[in-house]
């Protein structure tokens, strides 16, 4: 008896993306094919359970296969194993070096080290992060960390350029390097209010303004690394604090832009003086590693704390903070405008984005 067949040829690869994501979501091939039941691709496709479970392992080898040129995205291009088209590689590439921003909440400003890696089964309890999807984030964090290390030039751009990531997730990552170069603490009980992205927010205000690389964009480590000549600088910042004259010159200019235009001004007026000497006391200590590692913790308890306590709103601290930076330059005997504009410019813009809920 004769049978008639089509048959059609390919040798482009088929990748399921709802499949990837549960292989990067650390889900076996058994618990993969339960969630595909459940999301009823039985009946769209008309399969029986053994072809789904066979669909399944398939796509989960292709994916083992093509991890290694995942790890060096530039290689998924260049090679002929895997016909996968352009738009479809960019995909693979965003997928596999996304991650959950409560993990890396978790391990953020800690040591890309073998100790911390030692702690991701308790971070994954906590975050509800498997166990194998902990370790690729934390492995993609290392690998990035490891290559832009030895790079010169802007660090959003060598990420971008190395591992073919969106202008986003370059910049995200540009700040989990950042972190984890710096150590900043990110894990007391004070500043668990703050999200990723507050931090990712105030990274990259750091690494715009405050890193070797916002004056020379050509020097090596230019963007991981603070500006010492800058944070030298800023001990020249305390005449604002420790000669009195200017201090009261400062408060009057500052209380007379304010009266009338809030309802906390009575507090702006009587806290002024302890609000002025905790930022200037944070600009001037940050010559010292373990400061510049509390630089968030410093500016809630010196800063955030005490106008929540005051109820200031956010309009409140942004009329504040503004006629605060503006007053200095009409102060006749301080000569730190430059530095004091370098400073202030980034702590405006991290304190605006830390004061929240």
């Known amino acids: 008896m004769a049978v008639e067949l089509d048959v059609f040829v390919g040798n482009t690869t088929i990748m399921d993306e709802e499949v990837y994501q549960l292989w990067l979501d650390g889900y076996t091939v058994n618990d993969a094919v339960k969630v595909r039941m459940e999301g009823g691709v039985m009946e769209e496709c008309e399969a029986s359970a053994d072809v789904l479970l066979s669909d399944t392992m398939d796509q989960y080898r292709t994916f083992q296969m093509c991890e290694r040129l995942l790890h060096s995205p530039a290689k998924l291009a260049n090679q002929l194993l895997f016909q996968i088209p352009p738009n479809r590689q960019a995909i693979l590439i965003e997928r596999y070096y996304a991650f959950d ?10 040591k890309l080290s073998k100790g911390t890696k030692k702690d991701l089964d308790d971070i994954g309890a906590k975050t509800g992060v498997t166990l194998k999807s902990c370790r ?76 070797v690389g916002a004056v020379d964009n050509m020097v090596e480590d230019m963007d991981v690394d603070l500006d010492k000549e800058f944070l030298q600088e800023l001990k020249e910042l305390k005449i604002l604090i420790t000669d009195k004259d200017l201090l009261d010159q400062h408060k009057s200019l500052v209380c007379t832009a304010l009266r009338g235009k809030t309802k906390a001004f009575n507090e702006m007026e009587a806290n002024f003086k302890n609000l002025s000497r905790g930022l200037i006391n944070i600009a001037a200590k940050l010559t010292n590693t373990k400061d510049v590692r509390d630089f968030f913790i410093d500016l809630v308890e010196k800063f955030i704390e005490p106008c929540r306590s005051d109820r200031w709103t956010a309009a409140d601290m942004k ?39």
């Not at 900043?184 to 690494?207: M, N, P, S, V, W």
């Open 101 to 110: 921003d409560a993990f890396v909440r978790e391990v953020l400003g800690k």
């Open 136 to 211: 690729r984030q934390f492995d993609n964090f290392k690998r990035v960390f490891k290559v832009v290390e030895e790079l010169k030039g802007p660090l959003v751009e060598n990420i971008r350029q190395h591992f073919l990531l969106s202008d986003k997730l370059a910049r995200d990552y540009a700040a989990i390097v950042f972190f984890a170069n710096n150590r900043f603490e990110t894990g007391k009980r004070k500043l668990q209010y703050l999200t990723f992205q507050d931090f990712a927010f105030c990274a990259g205000q750091l690494i715009n303004n405050w890193t």
């Open 319 to 357: 009329l504040y903070l503004t006629h605060y930076t503006n007053s200095a330059h009409i102060l006749d005997t301080f000569k730190h405008q430059v530095v004091w504009d370098r400073y202030m410019g980034v702590i405006k813009s991290c304190i605006f984005k830390m004061y929240h809920d």
